[in-house]
């Protein structure tokens, strides 16, 4: 029999908050984090508006020295990370050490350094390339640094799976426990690609929201207005750990994660398969592996990125999966609040999930404001929901290239 995971720890960098608690309050009242883009001049773009961290501070939380060395996507993560570990009330002395692990996602890692250091090149010469190039750009260097920083020894992994891989990563966290090969793992998901380079891209593959009038309007998953999604940046990081060595030392146990699925859709670059079959197994395989009965799924923090293609395609495999039961399923995208944050996206909504099943609150799906035939699932409109008993949820990602990641996450039992 394998092991139980629960999660007993959570950080997250946010355009809605550093801390937990804020991150929450913020989610459950429906506020936007999203505005113009304040980071560069973004004049000439299509799109305009980004939910975007601002005046970020790595603190208490990262050497100064250190933080000059790291990209952005990577001193979220740390950040992050610290304050998960932090939140789980854990120590990662020498005698566990070797068992704590870390795998953090990133979809495009340190872009904003290869930027400056490309026009560096092009106006100075090779000569004046920063040495630290390499190593702040590449997207496993947030795994690394966060187990440089916990004292994490254990398996250490990065996942690039686009939009899915924070979820990848859980998921695969979630895996090496159960299977023993560590008692801790540090998971999640970092992103910083608000960059001129990386938002005149998906600008220019007509990816993005042009509603640039109204930003915090602009995100609007399962409307009949959407145009696009709205670029996010930030991390969401989960402690998860061994349900018996959580209980032994006392931690405080959020909720239990037991079903992860992953498939590919081999259809296309950037569209998602049609009917959204893709979706549909990766989620048919995370209930299906989870202590969990279909029914038992009350709530979905869908993918939902407030594009034509995803939004209809990702209710059609919602609604060909759970048939009879979708009656009584809740469907919100808190995109609608945050954006998209590409490659942190699974984390953070990781840590919405556990929440929701902590606090027995569905999260809204804000600016839904005019319903779609092709959309017809109840999604939350608006307003935060209580209710009476949340036994379990599902949260999907799915990515450019078709690779898709979903995670059931339910309430701790004590005996199954």
């Not at 891989?165 to 023993?180: D, V």
């Not at 600008?203 to 915090?216: C, F, G, I, Q, V």
């Not at 799915?398 to 339910?410: E, T, Y």
Request: glycine share 10%.
């Amino acid at each position: 029999m394998s092991n139980r995971v629960v999660i007993t720890g959570l950080g997250v960098v946010s355009s809605l908050g550093m801390e937990i608690d804020e991150f929450w309050n913020n989610i459950i009242n429906g506020k936007s984090g999203i505005s113009k883009i304040e980071g560069f001049d973004p004049e000439g773009y299509s799109s305009q508006i980004a939910s975007e961290i601002k005046d970020f501070d790595p603190g208490d939380y990262i050497d100064r020295k250190d933080a000059k060395r790291m990209a952005k996507f990577t001193q979220y993560a740390v950040y992050a990370a610290m304050k998960a570990v932090e939140n789980a009330g854990l120590e990662v002395t020498d005698d566990i050490a070797n068992d704590t692990g870390v795998i953090i996602g990133s979809g495009i890692g340190g872009i904003e350094v290869f930027e400056k250091q490309m026009e560096r090149l092009v106006k100075r010469g090779p000569r004046r390339i920063s040495p630290f190039f390499i190593p702040m750009m590449i997207s496993n260097m947030a795994a690394g640094q966060v187990a440089i920083y916990a004292n994490a020894k254990g398996p250490n992994s990065n996942e690039v799976t686009a939009c899915a891989s924070g979820t990848h990563s859980i998921g695969e966290a979630m895996e090496i426990i159960k299977r023993g090969d560590a008692k801790v793992m540090i998971s999640g998901g970092a992103e910083a690609s608000i960059t001129p380079s990386a938002v005149a891209g998906f600008s220019n593959m007509k990816a993005l929201s042009t509603r640039n009038d109204e930003p915090t309007k602009a995100s609007r998953p399962f409307d009949k207005e959407r145009d696009g999604f709205v670029i996010g940046e930030g991390s969401g990081i989960l402690v998860l750990e061994d349900y018996e060595f959580a209980k032994k030392r006392g931690a405080n146990i959020i909720a239990e994660i037991s079903g992860y699925g992953m498939s590919a859709d081999a259809y296309h670059m950037t569209q998602p398969a049609p009917g959204g079959e893709g979706a549909y197994r990766a989620m048919e395989m995370a209930v299906n592996k989870a202590n969990v009965a279909y029914e038992d799924i009350g709530y979905i923090n869908a993918h939902g990125t407030s594009t034509p293609f995803n939004d209809k395609l990702e209710t059609k495999a919602i609604k060909n999966l759970f048939k009879e039961h979708i009656e009584n399923l809740a469907v919100s995208s808190t995109k609608s609040m945050t954006g998209h944050l590409l490659g942190a996206a699974g984390g953070i909504e990781a840590i919405v999930s556990a929440l929701a099943i902590k606090n027995d609150i569905l999260p809204p799906t804000v600016n839904y404001e005019n319903k779609d035939p092709e959309c017809d699932l109840d999604y939350v409109p608006n307003t935060a929901r209580e209710v009476s008993d949340l036994k379990a949820v599902l949260s999907n990602s799915f990515g450019f290239g078709g690779q898709n990641a979903c995670l059931v996450i339910n309430k701790i039992e004590e005996n199954y």
